[in-house]
C-alpha cells in the first residue's frame, strides 16, 4: 500500500476543504505548515504533488462528472452562475443520499469541499432554498474526522507563524511544565460510577504525570455526605483500574477538613467573606439580577459568630451558609459571591458526625490543589468561566499559585452523560445496571466490548481542541476493531429460528483442526466437525437459487441439487474454484452426542434515547427508546466452550461479540452442558451506529405519555430478565408511510421513500407558483412538441 501525506498551508485562499477531509476521512496523515508556500503538497511514496485535483484523484479514484463541478465552482462568484449549479446539486440529492452510489466518495468531497471553500456558495446557501444540500453538509460536517480537521485548521490558522503542528496532538505539552516536577490530579466524587467523560480527564492526567515524569494525584473530592458512599469509592478505584490507570498517591479533601475550616476564619477576618441567610430561590434570584445580600456588610464579628453556629449543628446554623466576597454584578455569574461554605447533618462516609459544615468543591479545590504541590489542574473548559474564581480563591488566601490547562469536554450523540438522568434509568430498571452495555460508563462501554488500548487512543487523539463537538460513536468503534480485529479468533453461530438442515452427499464423518484466526496463526486452532447432515441460516438457503453452485466456508464447494421448506440437499464439489462462487455462507455440523453444540444467545443493543441531542427543557422520560435489547437465540460450535467471559471474539458474517455471561444449561440433555451469552461490540460502520428505532418511533417517544398500555407505561418497554428490555433482530420498527398531518404554513414536505415512505418536512420561503403549462393538461403540437400559444394578434 502506498504510504501517503499532507501537507497544508492554512491561510491558502481558497482553501483545499475537499484534500482535508478526505484525508481526514481516510485517515490519512496530515498536518499544517505555515512556512510552506503551496496550499497543499501530498506526497505518495516520496513524489509531491500541490495540484487539488490531481491529489483528489490520487486519494480515491473515484472520477465522476461532478469533479467537473466541484473544478469550476471556485470560478463562480456572481450568484446568477453559483445558483443553477447549487440547484442541479440540490436536484440530485433530493431521493439520494451520496453524490454516488450508497457511501461517501471522493465526489462528495470534492463537492462538499468547493461549496465550503467559496464564500459565494456558503451565502447562497444560507438562503435555505437548497434543503437536500443543507442535509448532506450538515452530515459530513458532523463525522468527527470532519470534525476534528476542521478544529485543528482553526487552531493552525489560529498559531500562524510558529511552524508546523500535527493535528490532534498533546506535542506542545503543558505550559510552564518542568521534567520530574509536574504533579496532576484527578479529583471523582464518590457519588457513581466513572463514565466516558471522566475516563478522558483520568487518561489525559496520567498522561502528561508520565510525559514530565511526575505524579498523579487520584483526590476523592467527598464534601457532600448525602451524596457520598464509600463502596462508590472501590468501584472507581477498580474503574481507574480498568483503565489501566494506577494513582502515585491517594487522598481525600476530608483529609483537609480542619484545614479548610481554618482557611475559613481566615477568609472571614479579611474581610473577603460572610455570612448569609438568604433562601436558595431569593439568592439564585438576587444574583440573576446582580443585587446585593442584605448580610453582605455584616461585621466580621458577626461573621464568625454565624460561621461557629454553623459548625456547632444547630438549627440555627443550619440556616445559614458563607459567601466569598466577590462581587454583586460581575458579567461573569460565577464570581457574584459564590457560597463556599454550607451545613449538612448527613454523617459522613469517613469522619462519621464530626463535622456538620463542609466546604464547597468551589472553595475547597484550588486550596487542596495548592497544599498538595498540583502543578498543573485540568479540567474541562464547561468550567472555564470558574478559573477566575479558582484564581481569587487562591489569591485572597495568599496560597502558591496553581495553572489552570482545559480541554473539551466529550460528548456523544444519543448519549446522556448526566448522573441524575442515568440514576432515573437506573431507578426505573430500563437497564440491567450501571454496568449495562447501553450506558457510558467506563464499567458499560468496557462490558460492550471497549479495549482500553482503543479507548486511552481516542481520547489522546481528540487533541488539546477547544471546540464543543457532538461526536458519533463511529470513530471511537472503528478505532476499537483495529485493536481487536487482528486476535480475535473467529467461531460460528447458526440463529435458531428458520434454521434450515442440509444434507450433503459425498461427504464423509470427519474432525480436522482449522485456524482460529486465519490471518493470525498464533490465536492458535479450533476443532471443526464435518459431516452430511448440516444445520444453515434460513436467510442463506432462500438466496440458493437452483444448481447454483456455493462455497461452504472451511471445507469446500457444493452445488445445490434441491430444496424444500427447512431443508436442503447439496453435492459436495470439492474440485470447484471458490473464487468463482458468489456466495460463502457458514454451517454446523448436526449436532449429536459425541459432538454437541452450545446454545448462546446473541444481544445487540440501541440508544437508550431517540433523539441526537437533548435541549435545555427536554424531559428524558419523552425520549425513550421503546425496544433497546434485541436478543437472538443461536446454535454456536463448541470451541467457544474455551472462552471466559470478557474474552472478545468474532462469529463470523455477524461481527465481533465479547462473552458477557457463562451459565448452566437445564434445557440440555447433556451433562455440564452450558449456554453463552454474547454481547455485539460495534465495528464503526454507519449502519450498525445508526438509532434502530427509526423516524417513527422516535416522533412516537417524543410525544408526551397519555396512558398505560399493557407490559408497561408508553416510553417503558416490557421488562425483560434481569430489567432489561427483550426483543428479538425483527422488532426494529421499519420506515412505514405514516398519516398524513397539519404542517406549519411555508413547509414543504417530501416522502422518504419518493412517492411513499415517512414525511420530511422542509420549511421554506419560497413562493409557491403554478406549473408552466398550468393545472391541467399542456397543449402540445404533435410534430413540433411545442407548446401551441394564442397568437399576440389574435384580439377574438
Known sequence: MASKSVSFLPSSTPFSYAILGLSAFLEIPYSFNSEQTDGLILTVDGV??????DALHQLADNSTKFHVIATSLPTKTAFAELAPIIDTIDDHLAYRTFIVGHALTAADWAIWGALKASIQAV??????????????MNYIESLPSTQQALAALNEAKSKKGQGSKAAASFSLGLPDAVKGKVITRFPPEPSGYLHIGHAKAAILNQYFARMYDGKLIVRFDDTNPSKERSEFQETILEDLKLLGIEPDILTHTSDYFDKLYEYGIQIIKAGKAYADDTGVEQMREERTNGIASKHRDNSIEENLKRFEEMKSGSAEGARWCIRAKISVDDPNKALRDPVIYRCNATPHHLTGDKWKIYPTYDFACPIVDSIEGVTHALRTNEYRDRNPQYAWMIEALGLRKVIVWDFSRINFVYTLLSKRKLHWFVDEKLVSGWDDPRFPTVRGIRRRGMTVEALRQFMLAQGPSQAQLMLEWDTFWALNKKVIDPVAPRHWAIAKEGMVTVTVHGAEEDVKEVPLHKKNPDVGNKKTVYSKNLIMEKEDADSFEEKEEITLMDWGNAILKSKSEGALELDLHLEGDFKKT????????????????VHATLLDYDYLITKKKLDEGDSVEDFVTPVTEFRTECWADANVINLKKGDIMQFERKGYYIVDGIYDDPDSHVSGAKRMEFVKIPDGRAAGLASKAGPEAADAAAKPKKEKASGGSFGKPVRGQGGATSGTASSAPKLTPTASKAHPEGTKVYLSEGKTGYEIPITTKMYPVDKVGGEGSANVQA???MYAVRSVYDMS
Open 48 to 53: 509531491n504533488t500541490s495540484n487539488a485535483a
Open 123 to 136: 451565502g447562497v446557501l444560507k438562503r435555505g432554498a437548497h434543503p437536500h444540500v443543507q442535509r448532506w
Open 582 to 597: 458468489k456466495k460463502k455462507v457458514t454451517w454446523l455440523a448436526l449436532p449429536t452426542p459425541n459432538h454437541a453444540l
Open 783 to 785: 410534430d413540433t412538441k
